[in-house]
Protein backbone atom coordinates (compact mmCIF):
# COMPACT_ATOMS: atom_id res chain seq x y z
CA UNK A 1 0.00 0.00 0.00
CA UNK A 2 2.76 2.18 0.98
CA UNK A 3 4.38 1.57 -2.75
CA UNK A 4 0.86 2.57 -4.34
CA UNK A 5 1.00 5.59 -2.75
CA UNK A 6 4.58 6.42 -3.59
CA UNK A 7 3.60 5.77 -7.31
CA UNK A 8 1.15 7.67 -7.26
CA UNK A 9 2.69 10.27 -5.75
CA UNK A 10 5.32 10.23 -8.61
CA UNK A 11 2.70 10.23 -11.40
CA UNK A 12 0.87 13.72 -9.72
CA UNK A 13 4.54 15.38 -9.82
CA UNK A 14 5.01 14.28 -13.38
CA UNK A 15 1.76 15.40 -14.41
CA UNK A 16 2.43 18.87 -12.41
CA UNK A 17 5.46 19.11 -14.39
CA UNK A 18 4.14 17.85 -18.15
CA UNK A 19 1.38 21.12 -17.47
CA UNK A 20 4.27 23.69 -16.66
CA UNK A 21 6.03 22.22 -19.66
CA UNK A 22 3.20 22.50 -21.61
CA UNK A 23 2.49 25.94 -20.42
CA UNK A 24 5.65 27.58 -21.45
CA UNK A 25 4.83 29.11 -23.74
CA UNK A 26 1.54 30.68 -22.88
CA UNK A 27 3.63 31.47 -19.73
CA UNK A 28 6.02 33.60 -22.46
CA UNK A 29 3.21 35.07 -23.84
CA UNK A 30 1.41 36.71 -21.06
CA UNK A 31 5.40 37.81 -20.21
CA UNK A 32 4.87 39.77 -23.28
CA UNK A 33 1.86 41.20 -22.78
CA UNK A 34 1.20 44.45 -20.98
CA UNK A 35 0.63 43.74 -16.73
CA UNK A 36 -2.27 45.31 -14.49
CA UNK A 37 -0.83 48.32 -13.28
CA UNK A 38 1.31 49.10 -16.66
CA UNK A 39 1.68 52.83 -17.29
CA UNK A 40 1.79 54.18 -20.75
CA UNK A 41 3.28 57.14 -21.92
CA UNK A 42 2.27 59.45 -25.23
CA UNK A 43 3.41 62.21 -26.78
CA UNK A 44 0.53 63.53 -28.69
CA UNK A 45 -0.79 67.10 -30.05
CA UNK A 46 -2.36 70.11 -28.18
CA UNK A 47 -5.46 69.05 -30.17
CA UNK A 48 -6.67 65.60 -28.26
CA UNK A 49 -6.07 67.11 -24.66
CA UNK A 50 -8.10 70.55 -26.11
CA UNK A 51 -11.05 68.88 -27.46
CA UNK A 52 -10.86 66.84 -24.24
CA UNK A 53 -11.08 63.77 -26.06
CA UNK A 54 -7.75 62.10 -23.87
CA UNK A 55 -9.97 62.85 -20.80
CA UNK A 56 -12.67 60.98 -22.33
CA UNK A 57 -10.94 57.94 -23.53
CA UNK A 58 -8.32 57.77 -20.62
CA UNK A 59 -10.34 55.77 -18.00
CA UNK A 60 -12.36 53.62 -20.27
CA UNK A 61 -8.69 52.31 -21.41
CA UNK A 62 -7.75 51.53 -18.08
CA UNK A 63 -10.76 49.87 -17.70
CA UNK A 64 -10.26 48.06 -20.50
CA UNK A 65 -6.79 47.07 -20.06
CA UNK A 66 -5.33 47.85 -16.43
CA UNK A 67 -2.73 50.68 -18.35
CA UNK A 68 -3.03 54.05 -17.37
CA UNK A 69 -2.88 56.46 -19.81
CA UNK A 70 -0.24 59.85 -19.41
CA UNK A 71 0.59 62.14 -22.19
CA UNK A 72 2.71 64.99 -22.78
CA UNK A 73 0.49 67.79 -25.35
CA UNK A 74 2.79 69.61 -27.21
CA UNK A 75 3.14 70.32 -30.68
CA UNK A 76 3.16 67.96 -33.28
CA UNK A 77 6.92 68.71 -34.17
CA UNK A 78 7.94 68.34 -30.78
CA UNK A 79 5.70 65.24 -30.22
CA UNK A 80 7.87 63.44 -32.67
CA UNK A 81 11.29 64.43 -31.13
CA UNK A 82 9.94 63.06 -28.05
CA UNK A 83 9.77 59.78 -29.66
CA UNK A 84 13.03 60.31 -31.52
CA UNK A 85 14.36 60.54 -28.24
CA UNK A 86 12.83 57.65 -26.92
CA UNK A 87 11.21 59.99 -24.03
CA UNK A 88 8.03 58.03 -24.60
CA UNK A 89 6.71 54.45 -25.44
CA UNK A 90 3.58 56.10 -28.35
CA UNK A 91 3.29 59.42 -30.44
CA UNK A 92 -0.71 60.23 -31.45
CA UNK A 93 -0.03 63.05 -34.00
CA UNK A 94 -1.66 64.96 -37.10
CA UNK A 95 1.67 65.76 -39.46
CA UNK A 96 1.28 63.00 -42.28
CA UNK A 97 4.66 63.59 -44.01
CA UNK A 98 6.68 64.04 -40.71
CA UNK A 99 5.36 60.71 -39.30
CA UNK A 100 5.95 59.00 -42.16
CA UNK A 101 9.30 60.26 -42.24
CA UNK A 102 9.91 59.49 -38.38
CA UNK A 103 9.21 55.91 -39.31
CA UNK A 104 11.82 55.46 -42.20
CA UNK A 105 13.97 56.90 -39.91
CA UNK A 106 13.76 54.17 -37.55
CA UNK A 107 12.09 55.95 -35.32
CA UNK A 108 8.98 54.64 -34.86
CA UNK A 109 7.52 50.79 -36.01
CA UNK A 110 4.42 51.51 -37.52
CA UNK A 111 1.67 54.11 -38.66
CA UNK A 112 -1.88 53.62 -37.97
CA UNK A 113 -4.38 55.79 -39.26
CA UNK A 114 -6.61 56.97 -36.23
CA UNK A 115 -8.79 59.62 -36.88
CA UNK A 116 -9.47 62.80 -38.63
CA UNK A 117 -11.30 66.53 -38.54
CA UNK A 118 -10.27 69.38 -40.35
CA UNK A 119 -8.66 72.73 -39.98
CA UNK A 120 -10.51 76.00 -40.80
CA UNK A 121 -9.84 79.94 -40.59
CA UNK A 122 -11.34 81.98 -37.82
CA UNK A 123 -11.41 85.16 -37.74
CA UNK A 124 -13.58 88.99 -37.90
CA UNK A 125 -16.51 88.37 -40.91
CA UNK A 126 -14.77 91.63 -42.28
CA UNK A 127 -13.30 92.73 -44.26
CA UNK A 128 -12.74 88.73 -46.10
CA UNK A 129 -16.04 87.16 -47.16
CA UNK A 130 -16.49 83.27 -46.65
CA UNK A 131 -15.26 80.85 -48.36
CA UNK A 132 -13.69 77.89 -49.38
CA UNK A 133 -11.93 78.97 -51.36
CA UNK A 134 -8.03 78.38 -49.75
CA UNK A 135 -5.54 79.99 -52.04
CA UNK A 136 -7.94 83.23 -52.54
CA UNK A 137 -8.31 83.66 -48.99
CA UNK A 138 -4.99 82.98 -47.80
CA UNK A 139 -3.86 85.69 -50.58
CA UNK A 140 -5.81 88.09 -49.75
CA UNK A 141 -4.85 87.91 -45.96
CA UNK A 142 -1.27 88.96 -47.47
CA UNK A 143 -2.48 91.44 -49.95
CA UNK A 144 -4.66 93.81 -47.50
CA UNK A 145 -1.84 92.49 -44.63
CA UNK A 146 -4.51 91.63 -41.99
CA UNK A 147 -3.60 90.62 -38.32
CA UNK A 148 -3.06 86.77 -38.75
CA UNK A 149 -2.03 84.96 -34.94
CA UNK A 150 -0.22 82.03 -36.35
CA UNK A 151 0.92 79.02 -33.36
CA UNK A 152 4.72 79.18 -35.18
CA UNK A 153 5.41 76.10 -32.83
CA UNK A 154 5.91 73.29 -35.18
CA UNK A 155 2.51 71.72 -34.32
CA UNK A 156 1.00 69.92 -37.03
CA UNK A 157 -1.43 73.20 -37.62
CA UNK A 158 1.67 75.31 -37.71
CA UNK A 159 3.17 73.19 -40.30
CA UNK A 160 -0.37 73.06 -42.46
CA UNK A 161 -0.39 76.73 -41.96
CA UNK A 162 3.46 77.40 -43.42
CA UNK A 163 2.18 74.57 -46.37
CA UNK A 164 -0.32 76.85 -47.44
CA UNK A 165 1.85 79.82 -47.56
CA UNK A 166 4.60 78.35 -49.42
CA UNK A 167 2.12 76.54 -52.20
CA UNK A 168 1.44 80.03 -52.86
CA UNK A 169 4.92 81.27 -52.85
CA UNK A 170 4.10 83.68 -49.91
CA UNK A 171 6.39 84.90 -47.05
CA UNK A 172 4.09 85.47 -44.31
CA UNK A 173 6.58 87.70 -42.21
CA UNK A 174 6.83 89.90 -44.35
CA UNK A 175 2.94 90.62 -43.66
CA UNK A 176 3.86 93.37 -40.24
CA UNK A 177 0.22 92.34 -38.74
CA UNK A 178 1.56 88.01 -38.92
CA UNK A 179 2.07 87.13 -35.36
CA UNK A 180 3.49 84.24 -33.85
CA UNK A 181 1.98 83.10 -30.30
CA UNK A 182 4.89 80.31 -29.84
CA UNK A 183 1.62 78.44 -28.28
CA UNK A 184 -0.84 75.46 -27.90
CA UNK A 185 -4.04 75.79 -29.95
CA UNK A 186 -6.28 76.99 -26.99
CA UNK A 187 -4.01 80.06 -26.26
CA UNK A 188 -3.69 80.89 -30.12
CA UNK A 189 -7.63 80.97 -30.43
CA UNK A 190 -7.79 83.22 -27.36
CA UNK A 191 -4.99 85.14 -28.98
CA UNK A 192 -6.62 85.39 -32.11
CA UNK A 193 -9.63 86.66 -30.24
CA UNK A 194 -8.51 89.21 -28.13
CA UNK A 195 -6.71 90.99 -30.91
CA UNK A 196 -10.38 90.31 -33.75
CA UNK A 197 -7.82 88.52 -35.96
CA UNK A 198 -7.22 85.26 -38.30
CA UNK A 199 -5.97 81.93 -37.07
CA UNK A 200 -6.06 78.46 -38.58
CA UNK A 201 -7.45 76.03 -36.19
CA UNK A 202 -8.75 72.55 -36.00
CA UNK A 203 -12.49 71.77 -35.77
CA UNK A 204 -12.39 70.07 -33.11
CA UNK A 205 -10.25 72.48 -30.29
CA UNK A 206 -12.59 75.39 -32.42
CA UNK A 207 -15.87 73.66 -31.64
CA UNK A 208 -15.04 73.03 -27.63
CA UNK A 209 -13.09 76.16 -26.94
CA UNK A 210 -15.40 78.62 -28.36
CA UNK A 211 -18.75 77.44 -26.45
CA UNK A 212 -16.87 76.34 -23.09
CA UNK A 213 -14.74 79.50 -23.04
CA UNK A 214 -15.56 82.19 -20.48
CA UNK A 215 -14.35 84.81 -22.92
CA UNK A 216 -17.14 85.62 -25.23
CA UNK A 217 -15.92 84.46 -29.14
CA UNK A 218 -16.31 87.38 -31.60
CA UNK A 219 -14.51 85.44 -34.27
CA UNK A 220 -15.93 82.96 -36.14
CA UNK A 221 -15.35 80.59 -38.95
CA UNK A 222 -14.73 81.95 -42.20
CA UNK A 223 -13.10 79.69 -44.46
CA UNK A 224 -13.63 76.08 -44.82
CA UNK A 225 -14.55 72.45 -46.67
CA UNK A 226 -11.55 73.30 -48.97
CA UNK A 227 -9.06 69.90 -49.69
CA UNK A 228 -6.07 70.89 -48.78
CA UNK A 229 -7.51 71.71 -45.18
CA UNK A 230 -8.28 68.02 -44.42
CA UNK A 231 -6.41 66.87 -40.77
CA UNK A 232 -5.42 63.72 -40.35
CA UNK A 233 -4.51 62.05 -37.14
CA UNK A 234 -2.11 59.10 -37.19
CA UNK A 235 -0.59 56.77 -34.07
CA UNK A 236 2.62 55.34 -34.09
CA UNK A 237 4.81 52.76 -31.26
CA UNK A 238 8.49 54.40 -30.92
CA UNK A 239 10.56 51.76 -31.97
CA UNK A 240 11.88 49.02 -29.41
CA UNK A 241 14.81 48.14 -31.31
CA UNK A 242 16.14 51.52 -30.68
CA UNK A 243 15.08 51.87 -27.64
CA UNK A 244 14.65 48.79 -25.46
CA UNK A 245 13.42 50.71 -22.08
CA UNK A 246 10.01 51.51 -24.22
CA UNK A 247 6.80 49.97 -22.82
CA UNK A 248 6.50 48.73 -26.33
CA UNK A 249 3.85 45.91 -25.07
CA UNK A 250 1.61 48.62 -23.71
CA UNK A 251 1.92 51.28 -26.71
CA UNK A 252 0.61 48.03 -28.81
CA UNK A 253 -2.25 47.19 -26.52
CA UNK A 254 -3.00 51.07 -27.04
CA UNK A 255 -2.68 51.09 -31.07
CA UNK A 256 -5.16 47.53 -30.96
CA UNK A 257 -7.28 49.38 -28.69
CA UNK A 258 -8.09 52.88 -30.42
CA UNK A 259 -7.83 51.55 -33.78
CA UNK A 260 -10.79 48.75 -32.77
CA UNK A 261 -14.42 49.41 -33.50
CA UNK A 262 -15.68 49.78 -30.21
CA UNK A 263 -13.47 52.48 -29.83
CA UNK A 264 -13.60 54.29 -33.05
CA UNK A 265 -17.50 54.11 -32.57
CA UNK A 266 -16.91 55.94 -29.09
CA UNK A 267 -14.58 58.62 -31.56
CA UNK A 268 -17.66 59.13 -34.19
CA UNK A 269 -19.93 59.85 -31.13
CA UNK A 270 -17.69 61.66 -28.91
CA UNK A 271 -18.83 65.67 -29.09
CA UNK A 272 -22.18 64.77 -31.17
CA UNK A 273 -24.33 65.22 -27.92
CA UNK A 274 -22.91 68.09 -26.64
CA UNK A 275 -21.28 70.27 -29.84
CA UNK A 276 -23.93 69.26 -32.22
CA UNK A 277 -21.26 67.23 -34.23
CA UNK A 278 -18.38 64.64 -33.89
CA UNK A 279 -14.70 66.43 -33.17
CA UNK A 280 -12.94 63.78 -35.05
CA UNK A 281 -14.46 60.86 -37.62
CA UNK A 282 -12.65 57.39 -37.15
CA UNK A 283 -10.84 56.17 -40.08
CA UNK A 284 -8.70 53.18 -38.64
CA UNK A 285 -7.64 50.50 -41.38
CA UNK A 286 -7.93 52.89 -44.33
CA UNK A 287 -4.88 54.35 -46.03
CA UNK A 288 -4.63 58.29 -44.94
Known amino acids: MKLKKVLVLLLSGMMVLSFAACGGGSSE ?5 PEEGDTLMMATTTSTEDTGLLDYLQPLFKEDTGID ?3 TAVGTGEALKMGEDGQVDVVLVHAKASEEEFVANGFGVERFPVMYNDFVVVGPAEPLEKTDDVAAFFGALNDQQLTFVSRGDDSGTDKKEKKIWEGLGID ?27 CLTDRGTWLKQSKDSENEYTIDIVCEGGKELLNQYGVIAVNPEKYPEVNNEAANA ?3 WITSDKVQKLIAEYGVEEYGQALFTPNAGTDN
Not at 29 to 33: G, P, Y
Open 172 to 198: PHANPNYLESGQGMGATLTMANEKNAY
Open 29 to 33: EEAAA
Open 69 to 71: LQW
Open 254 to 256: FIE
